[in-house]
């Protein structure tokens, strides 16, 4: 079990950063147009809103711990040796 850690904090890592990107690619493309669309006090009032409703466990787990996974998984290689077994297969 120990040997498939790296490979599953990697899986782990890639999928939730990949899940972040969406969603700040979708406000940034979608959420923050709409925004400019509508008059300066309502944006401000929807935008308020946005930022109270935010930060819920799920959004802040996807968040924070895909950048965990990210930093662990490295070291989970390098400490587990998968990194350079795999260097020497392809040699």
């Known amino acids: 079990m120990t040997a498939a850690l790296p490979r599953v904090l990697t899986m782990v890592a ?9 969603v700040f690619f979708a406000f940034s493309t979608f959420v923050m147009k709409g925004l400019a669309q509508v008059p300066s006090p309502t944006g401000i009032v929807a935008m308020q809103g946005i930022n109270a409703a935010a930060p819920t466990p799920p959004f802040m787990l996807a968040l924070f711990g895909s950048a965990l996974t990210g930093a662990v998984s490295p070291c989970s290689l ?14």
């Open 78 to 91: 390098s400490s587990s040796g998968a990194a350079t077994r795999s260097r020497r297969r392809t040699r």
């Open 14 to 22: 890639i999928a939730g950063n990949a899940l972040v990107a969406g």
